[in-house]
């Protein structure tokens, strides 16, 4: 049980690992911190199957530790995140927490927890988690009592009244909602803005009957490539809990680091902040009018660092996307999707944008499958390789140690990294020459099956 405590959220399978004793004490002892900052948790959940379950278990856990619950039922993961920073009838919670699996498959769920505006992660998690198994047979009884707040109409008025000017807006939009929870919010916004556009698979269904709900996985794109084919201008696919998104045009997928690009475009100034697979295309030309940050890929360490800088943006190439700009500093697709429609409205053509970049070969995240308990020492023993590396192997300009190992080539890169969230190494590569990214992912793909025969 011990895995489910991970770097950015708690996440875990249903009934095995997330079943009632466990998450019932995650709200108890997670209820014990939010008491010293205040007495109100904002709760919502996504389309799962057993998300109703776990905020009744949730629940009973923090009203035994004496933290009340403000439940707003079905909800996208930036509704949850909007919450913090409103009042509901005199009430602003100290804390949130959304049940969500994000885009796993259906049978994980998990909780991402913000306490005080900032993320619940990473030593706090594993903190929390140890005291839970300290604490394993501790019985809490049900106690289900919780306060509804109407979150979603809140957030629903909010992006009306903000983008406002965008009504009527002449393009034809296609929506793919992945069956997740973006469907519940985005399409009565684009109603009050009277936008010309169809959905797909809107309806919220936790079995993702249509395709899994990850848009950064090509394959979950066909039916919204399909429909771009014909009379609409644009398209716009959700992830399960809609917090990452996939722009399209007819030409382009437009990938979160592009899109980075594009929006600081029309900021002063930007400070802008990547993860370590972004393209080095967007850090150079960010940099030619601003500033443009290096960190660790994870919601949870960009939102940490958007507040440290106060940077105006940062983005993971997966469609995390998060605005400070204008907005509370959290990724929220359904926001991104409003400000790239604002993009268009002042004038931007997104395919000449794209078309006009430098040209670089890259690869999307490749997947290099591991376990738990070997992927970090992969990475360590990849970096002490790399110290000493084999004689044919690309000559290194530099070594970018951030978030795993990005090896930086005359012409290109590559990454190596562990997933935090799964038992993966992701890997990706990047050169302005077609011949000579192919050759960095042979020669460290090579790095990396002879540092697993060492450890």
Known sequence: MQTIFREYDIRGIFEKELN?????????????????????VAIGYDARTHSPQLFDWLTSGFNKAGVKVLGMGLVATPINYFSNYHEFDGITPSASVMITGSHNPPEY??????????????NDIYALGDEIMENINLKIEN???STFIDAKDRYIDYMANEFSHLKGLDKKIILDCGNGVAGIAILD???KLELDYE???????GTFPNHHPDPSEEKNLVDIKEKLKTNFDLGFAYDGDADRIAVLTKKHNIKGDELALLFSKTMENPTIIGEVKCSQ??????????????YKTGHSNLKVKIRETDADLAAEVSGHIFFNDRY????????TTLRVLELIHNGMDLDLEIEALPKTYSTDELKVETTEQEKFPLIDKVKEMLKNP??????????IDVDGVRVVFNDGWGLVRASNTTPIIVTRFESTNKNNAKIYEEKINTLIGEAKKRI
């Open 281 to 294: 295309v967007m850090y150079d030309e960010i940099n030619k009018i601003g500033t443009a940050i290096m």
């Open 143 to 145: 106690d289900t009592t």
């Open 199 to 205: 959905s797909m698979y809107s309806q919220p269904d």
């Open 20 to 40: 009632e004793q466990s998450v019932k004490l995650i709200g108890y002892f997670l209820g014990l911190k939010v008491k010293n900052i205040g007495k109100y």
């Open 328 to 335: 509370y500093g959290f990724d929220d697709a359904l926001y």
């Open 189 to 191: 916004i684009f109603d």
């Open 109 to 122: 769920n998990g909780f991402k927890i913000t306490v005080d505006h900032a993320p619940f992660f990473g």
């Open 390 to 399: 084999p004689k044919d192997f690309p000559e290194i300009k530099d070594i």
